[in-house]
């Protein structure tokens, strides 16, 4: 069996974006979250065993436009005056490098930064927990994080789009 599709590496990412049209929203969150210019295809949720956690800096140079790049997003779009878009993935990696962990998706329209940021975190937690079949205080936890956006509709007739991704580099 090949490892081809096997990242190397993962790197978290989030922005948002406002427009009156709603694709043009999500395309401005999503360059707000940095120079994304490939071909991005949502996977589920397993950080691989010895994949390395990068920085965007170091992320993007491996990258080429145009390119095919996995990725977990979160994402959250609305058009209706007082909601909150806000989106977030959370990460519960384990210490020992030779075991996977878990990313998690939240979104809201009702819940700020604060609020996702943290139900991403324990979503992340409590699913490596699941999939491990342990408590999760057994678990034993070296990064437990969430990158999380979001963004307050203005009212008027524009839409507001937060997104917050994980990208693999394989």
Known sequence: MSNNFL???????????QHVDHLQAFDRALIAAGPLAHNLVCVSSII???????????????LTPGQITFCVMARQDTNQAGEIA??????AKLKDSKQF??????????????????????????????????????LDIEILHATTASIAHPGGDEWVSAVALCIFVI
């Open 86 to 91: 806000s989106a977030s993935v959370g990460m």
């Open 7 to 17: 990242p190397k590496y993962a790197f978290f990412i989030s922005g948002t974006g």
């Open 101 to 138: 962990g878990y990313i998690s998706e939240f979104h809201s329209t009702t819940l700020g930064k604060d609020a996702v940021d943290e139900k991403a975190r324990t979503l992340a937690l409590e699913m490596l927990s699941v999939k491990k079949g342990v408590s999760a205080s057994e």
């Open 48 to 62: 691989p065993a010895e994949c390395k956690i990068i920085t965007p800096e170091e992320g993007f140079p491996m």
